[in-house]
Structure formats: structure tokens, C-alpha cells
């Protein structure tokens, strides 16, 4: 037996959708507003994952300019006929409001680390879609919005028979299930010819869980099971938190497994806060007398270790590096059985572990050529911009993580500034900047431009929530060019520093990193904390920033 160490995907990769072609696994998990849209990632021994790539192009002209934080790219599900992957998404337009807004797209490959077909528009009754092949059919499965007053958001689970070819529905929508508390997320498989409808139940906060439905037809009736296949509600000591959102999948030996996302808190004096979000973990199930679905170690609490069959073959990535760059092209012959080739590193670029906010990074104002080595940023929006910020980031996978850059820059006034970031969404990020502020003493003036005007380059430390920005410290720069700067979080505490001829020094007090998580405030927030670079120039858009050496250290603790 292996045993794998939950969670599997560490930091900032929620609704998990699990599947098996041959020896290989392949998980599926949402993005939200960053890029790559829809990473993926691959293991043989369900212990060791990498990264396979993303599913290109699945944001329509590749674009999110304008959804909203937590907003487009939820729960894909990620599926396989025999022939091809699939992958059904949702782009989500509207948070917290009573019209979902959004647009369900279906996309096909050979292989998942490349030739995805542009996506294509189906029937868009709510978000968290998936399919389901049998005998040549396909069938789209999501919940359904009543969006007048007085009516239930989530108000039941539907499915539609689509064309294969054209994607267009068969015949009506039928209602498989509703249920008192609230259920979305539904995937649906067939064993001893009854058909299990996995639902994530409760949310997908604290009251999160994963519930079991059957039926002997496709189109129901469905009997729900009378007790949670997988939850932590009923206790806040769990390690692993918010335990829901699952797909089950059968290993070659016929064991089952349950994917399902997960959470590890901070234990605050003002709460439970998950700063790396929503993360992805994997289960052992075994079924009982009665034909249900259960955790093999009992109870519905998840387990950290799991043993997982061994394979009985040697794996294709006996080290598999945390981030390879994936293979830039399809596997060319599809078959039920595929063997991916080893994922092959590349010269540094902006690829992954890199994301970006609504776009992907461009040499219009992400470059790694102007200056060999260098990540060479042109500053555009603010940190808040939902069109065109110009930051670049990577996950925070522990609680205990370390991020540093170089960075060389030269701001002429305080609408420029470069600088790393401890970053969740535009009303939750920490910043050290290097701009520009008026002589020691006097007051803001507004905007200058350089000569009599005077000034100075600085270091400025701001934190930012929900009630809005606060400048924390204003530190003089120590040298003329290129500046190491760093930040170190341990916990809920942060401390932002600058090295100087070997030395450290710290700018500002320790910061409540334990802000930036899903936890804090009251919008709905989906994503995870993440260290990141920007630039910024809200006058000319012309300012550039140069940053080399960035690195993140993740340490479990």
C-alpha cells in the first residue's frame, strides 16, 4: 500500500473533480478570475500529483476582464467517454445577487495537456455542472435558480440529454432531487444498476458535506441516503475543515475513492480562518450491505493519511517536480488506456505556479525578454482593478511560507509603484511598495513631477480590508538600485522586510495575515492567499518595474 498525506493539492484549489483513465489520475479544480483557467494536475500512485497543464481557452476570448472577485470559473468536472476528456464549466458573472448570470461551456481534448476545443455555450440552468456518458449518450447535470421573490436559489438538481455532436438538448429537462438543505455540485455514476447522484451539501463554508442519492432509472425517483457520506459540521476539532464537494472514482483493483475538497484552519482569537483555502483531498470509500457508500475508516470525518493502493508497476515520475511546465502537445493517439509522457521543464517563463488576475500574462505588460532573467512588469490599474491589474502570482501552500523578489525601479511620483504582495482579493492584500512621497515632513501635495519638486523613493507598507486602505509605515530606500525585498508569514502574523549588505530590516509591525482568508468579512469569497508581484502606473500606464529572483518557501507548521 501507498499512503498518500492530505491534502493532496495544497493551498488554493477547491471542487475537485476526480477521474481515472487507464493507470492514470487527473484532477480538474476551479480558478475563478486567475490564470490558467482550470489547471490540471496527474498521478499513478494518488500520493504524488504534478501539474499536466490547464484547459486552454476556457475563458471566451480569453478574457474574465469584469467578474467580480470569486467570481468566474467555478467547479469544472472534468469527465472521460473512452475516447476524449471532457470538461464542463460555468463562468459565473454575478456573486451574491439573485441571477446567477452566468454561461455553462463543454470542451473536448485527446489529452488534457493540450488541443482543448473552443468551448462551446449549453444549457446554463446554475453553476457546478457535470456530464455523464452512457451508451453513447450524454447528459448535462446542474441545480436550478428561482431567482423571483420568494423563491430558492438553489431549487433542485436537473439533467438534460445533449446531442454529442451539436450540444443542443434532447427532449426536456427532468427534476432529479431536491432536499431541504441546500445541494449543488451533482455527479453521477452507475454501479449494480442503480444510479448514485454525489452532491455537496450545506454550502461550501463550515456546514459543508458530501450526500448520496439513487435510483434504479437515470431520470429518478431518487431515495437521498439518510446520513452524510462525508462532513465535518458536527465538529470544529476535524484537522480537515469543510470537508464536501466529492466525486467518487474507481481504482484498477477496484477499490473506490472519494475526491473532495478541504480546508485547514488558523485558530484565531477572532476565529477560524482557512488563509490557503480551499484545498483538494482524497478518501477511501467502501460500499455496506445496503448498496450506500461509505468512509473505509467509518464515521463522515475525513482521515489526513489514507492508504491508496500501491501500483504494481513502476510510475512514469518516480520524483515529480511540484510545478513542470506541461508538454505543448496533445497526446496524438487517444485510446482508453494513455500514457502521458514525463512533463518536461522549460526555460523559466511566466507559466505555472504563476497566475494572473482576468488574463493571461502578455509582453504588453508581463516580459521576460527586455531583460534576460528579469520579470519585467509595465504598470497598469491599481491592486483593485478588475480589468487590468498588472500582478503576478503564486499559491501559499502552508501556514508557515516565505516569500522574497529583487526588484529594481525607479518611481518619479506616488502614482507609480512596484512592489510584493500578500494577496486574496482587492479587499484583503498587504503591500510593500517601492513609490515615490513627497520630502520628509511635508504634507501630500498630489501629484509632482521631479526637478524643484523634490521627493523621495520609499518603501510604503499599507494593509487593505473591507472598511479600506491604511499606510502602515513609510521607510526611506537605503540604496540606489535593485532591492531585495521579503515577507514572512508565520500563522496569523505577517512581517514584511528589506535586505540591506546581508541584513534584514523589518518595515513596519507584524500584520493580520488572517485577513486574507475565505473567513474574514462578510462577502462570499472562494480563493486562497497567494504572494505576488505588481506594478502599477495609474497616469501614463508606461512605469515599468524589473524582478528577479522571486521565491516562495512553503514549510508545513
Same mark, same amino acid.
Given at each position: 500500500?501507498?499512503?498518500?498525506?492530505?491534502?493532496?493539492?495544497?493551498?488554493?484549489?477547491?471542487?475537485?473533480?476526480?477521474?481515472?483513465?487507464?493507470?492514470?489520475?487527473?484532477?480538474?479544480?476551479?480558478?475563478?478570475?486567475?490564470?490558467?483557467?482550470?489547471?490540471?494536475?496527474?498521478?499513478?500512485?494518488?500520493?504524488?500529483?504534478?501539474?499536466?497543464?490547464?484547459?486552454?481557452?476556457?475563458?471566451?476570448?480569453?478574457?474574465?476582464?469584469?467578474?467580480?472577485?470569486?467570481?468566474?470559473?467555478?467547479?469544472?468536472?472534468?469527465?472521460?467517454?473512452?475516447?476524449?476528456?471532457?470538461?464542463?464549466?460555468?463562468?459565473?458573472?454575478?456573486?451574491?445577487?439573485?441571477?446567477?448570470?452566468?454561461?455553462?461551456?463543454?470542451?473536448?481534448?485527446?489529452?488534457?495537456?493540450?488541443?482543448?476545443?473552443?468551448?462551446?455555450?449549453?444549457?446554463?440552468?446554475?453553476?457546478?455542472?457535470?456530464?455523464?456518458?452512457?451508451?453513447?449518450?450524454?447528459?448535462?447535470?446542474?441545480?436550478?435558480?428561482?431567482?423571483?421573490?420568494?423563491?430558492?436559489?438553489?431549487?433542485?438538481?436537473?439533467?438534460?440529454?445533449?446531442?454529442?455532436?451539436?450540444?443542443?438538448?434532447?427532449?426536456?429537462?427532468?427534476?432529479?432531487?431536491?432536499?431541504?438543505?441546500?445541494?449543488?455540485?451533482?455527479?453521477?455514476?452507475?454501479?449494480?444498476?442503480?444510479?448514485?447522484?454525489?452532491?455537496?451539501?450545506?454550502?461550501?463554508?463550515?456546514? $459543508? +458535506?458530501?450526500? &448520496?442519492?439513487?435510483?434504479?432509472?437515470?431520470?429518478?425517483?431518487?431515495? /437521498?441516503?439518510? !446520513? =452524510? %457520506?462525508? #462532513?465535518?459540521?458536527?465538529?470544529?476539532?476535524?484537522?480537515?475543515?469543510?470537508?464536501? $464537494? +466529492?466525486?467518487? &472514482?474507481?481504482?484498477?483493483?477496484?477499490?473506490?475513492?472519494?475526491?473532495? /475538497?478541504?480546508? !485547514? =484552519? %488558523?485558530? #484565531?482569537?477572532?476565529?477560524?480562518?482557512?488563509?490557503?483555502?480551499?484545498?483538494?483531498?482524497?478518501?477511501?470509500? &467502501?460500499?455496506?450491505?445496503?448498496?450506500?457508500?461509505?468512509?473505509?475508516?467509518?464515521?463522515?470525518? =475525513?482521515?489526513?493519511?489514507?492508504?491508496?493502493?500501491?501500483?504494481?508497476?513502476?510510475?512514469?515520475?518516480?520524483?515529480?517536480?511540484?510545478?513542470?511546465?506541461?508538454?505543448?502537445?496533445?497526446?496524438?493517439?487517444?485510446?482508453?488506456?494513455?500514457?502521458?509522457?514525463?512533463?518536461?521543464?522549460?526555460?523559466?517563463?511566466?507559466?505555472?505556479?504563476?497566475?494572473?488576475?482576468?488574463?493571461?500574462?502578455?509582453?504588453?505588460?508581463?516580459?521576460?525578454?527586455?531583460?534576460?532573467?528579469?520579470?519585467?512588469?509595465?504598470?497598469?490599474?491599481?491592486?483593485?482593478?478588475?480589468?487590468?491589474?498588472?500582478?503576478?502570482?503564486?499559491?501559499?501552500?502552508?501556514?508557515?511560507?516565505?516569500?522574497?523578489?529583487?526588484?529594481?525601479?525607479?518611481?518619479?511620483?506616488?502614482?507609480?509603484?512596484?512592489?510584493?504582495?500578500?494577496?486574496?482579493?482587492?479587499?484583503?492584500?498587504?503591500?510593500?511598495?517601492?513609490?515615490?512621497?513627497?520630502?520628509?515632513?511635508?504634507?501630500?501635495?498630489?501629484?509632482?513631477?521631479?526637478?524643484?519638486?523634490?521627493?523621495?523613493?520609499?518603501?510604503?507598507?499599507?494593509?487593505?480590508?473591507?472598511?479600506?486602505?491604511?499606510?502602515?509605515?513609510?521607510?526611506?530606500?537605503?540604496?540606489?538600485?535593485?532591492?531585495?525585498?521579503?515577507?514572512?508569514?508565520?500563522?496569523?502574523?505577517?512581517?514584511?522586510?528589506?535586505?540591506?549588505?546581508?541584513?534584514?530590516?523589518?518595515?513596519?509591525?507584524?500584520?493580520?495575515?488572517?485577513?486574507?482568508?475565505?473567513?474574514?468579512?462578510?462577502?462570499?469569497?472562494?480563493?486562497?492567499?497567494?504572494?505576488?508581484?505588481?506594478?502599477?502606473?495609474?497616469?501614463?500606464?508606461?512605469?515599468?518595474?524589473?524582478?528577479?529572483?522571486?521565491?516562495?518557501?512553503?514549510?508545513?507548521?
Amino acid at each position: 500500500m501507498t499512503v498518500l498525506h492530505n491534502p493532496v493539492l495544497r493551498g488554493f484549489a477547491p471542487d475537485p473533480s476526480l477521474v481515472r483513465v487507464g493507470d492514470w489520475y487527473y484532477l480538474a479544480t476551479s480558478s475563478f478570475e486567475w490564470f490558467p483557467t482550470i489547471p490540471l494536475h496527474r498521478s499513478r500512485d494518488l500520493a504524488h500529483w504534478e501539474y499536466a497543464g490547464h484547459v486552454q481557452g476556457a475563458a471566451p476570448g480569453n478574457s474574465l476582464a469584469g467578474v467580480p472577485d470569486s467570481g468566474g470559473i467555478w467547479a469544472p468536472s472534468l469527465s472521460w467517454d473512452g475516447e476524449r476528456f471532457w470538461v464542463t464549466y460555468t463562468v459565473v458573472r454575478s456573486v451574491g445577487t439573485p441571477y446567477f448570470d452566468l454561461d455553462t461551456y463543454v470542451a473536448t481534448a485527446a489529452s488534457v495537456e493540450g488541443g482543448w476545443s473552443a468551448p462551446r455555450r449549453v444549457a446554463s440552468h446554475g453553476f457546478d455542472p457535470a456530464l455523464f456518458h452512457e451508451d453513447g449518450r450524454l447528459w448535462l447535470l446542474n441545480l436550478q435558480n428561482d431567482h423571483r421573490p420568494g423563491g430558492e436559489r438553489f431549487a433542485g438538481i436537473v439533467v438534460t440529454e445533449l446531442d454529442r455532436d451539436t450540444l443542443e438538448p434532447v427532449g426536456d429537462t427532468h427534476l432529479l432531487l431536491r432536499h431541504d438543505r441546500l445541494i449543488e455540485g451533482p455527479k453521477l455514476l452507475r454501479r449494480d444498476g442503480w444510479y448514485y447522484l454525489v452532491l455537496a451539501e450545506g454550502g461550501t463554508g463550515w456546514e $459543508h +458535506g458530501v450526500r &448520496v442519492a439513487r435510483a434504479q432509472e437515470l431520470t429518478g425517483p431518487y431515495e /437521498l441516503d439518510e !446520513r =452524510p %457520506l462525508l #462532513t465535518t459540521r458536527d465538529d470544529p476539532a476535524v484537522p480537515l475543515q469543510k470537508a464536501g $464537494h +466529492g466525486e467518487l &472514482v474507481e481504482t484498477p483493483e477496484g477499490q473506490w475513492l472519494l475526491g473532495h /475538497l478541504t480546508a !485547514r =484552519p %488558523l485558530h #484565531t482569537p477572532k476565529g477560524r480562518r482557512c488563509t490557503l483555502g480551499r484545498e483538494t483531498a482524497i478518501q477511501a470509500v &467502501v460500499w455496506d450491505a445496503e448498496g450506500w457508500p461509505r468512509l473505509r475508516q467509518g464515521g463522515w470525518h =475525513p482521515e489526513i493519511e489514507v492508504d491508496v493502493p500501491t501500483r504494481s508497476h513502476p510510475r512514469s515520475h518516480p520524483h515529480p517536480r511540484p510545478h513542470p511546465h506541461p508538454h505543448p502537445h496533445p497526446h496524438p493517439h487517444p485510446h482508453p488506456h494513455p500514457h502521458p509522457p514525463a512533463a518536461v521543464p522549460q526555460p523559466e517563463d511566466l507559466s505555472w505556479p504563476w497566475s494572473s488576475l482576468r488574463e493571461p500574462p502578455g509582453p504588453s505588460w508581463a516580459d521576460t525578454t527586455a531583460r534576460p532573467g528579469w520579470i519585467r512588469l509595465r504598470g497598469r490599474h491599481g491592486p483593485e482593478s478588475r480589468w487590468a491589474a498588472g500582478l503576478l502570482a503564486q499559491r501559499i501552500t502552508e501556514h508557515r511560507a516565505e516569500a522574497e523578489v529583487t526588484v529594481e525601479a525607479r518611481p518619479v511620483t506616488f502614482t507609480q509603484a512596484a512592489g510584493l504582495l500578500l494577496w486574496y482579493n482587492p479587499e484583503a492584500y498587504l503591500a510593500l511598495d517601492l513609490t515615490w512621497a513627497e520630502p520628509e515632513g511635508e504634507p501630500q501635495r498630489g501629484q509632482q513631477w521631479g526637478g524643484t519638486a523634490g521627493g523621495r523613493t520609499v518603501f510604503s507598507l499599507v494593509e487593505r480590508d473591507e472598511d479600506g486602505v491604511r499606510q502602515v509605515a513609510v521607510v526611506d530606500v537605503p540604496v540606489d538600485g535593485p532591492v531585495t525585498l521579503g515577507v514572512t508569514a508565520e500563522g496569523a502574523d505577517a512581517r514584511f522586510w528589506y535586505l540591506h549588505e546581508g541584513v534584514r530590516t523589518a518595515v513596519g509591525p507584524a500584520l493580520d495575515f488572517s485577513r486574507l482568508s475565505d473567513d474574514h468579512g462578510s462577502r462570499l469569497r472562494f480563493t486562497g492567499a497567494m504572494a505576488a508581484i505588481h506594478a502599477r502606473d495609474l497616469v501614463d500606464a508606461a512605469f515599468t518595474a524589473d524582478f528577479t529572483g522571486f521565491r516562495l518557501t512553503c514549510a508545513p507548521g
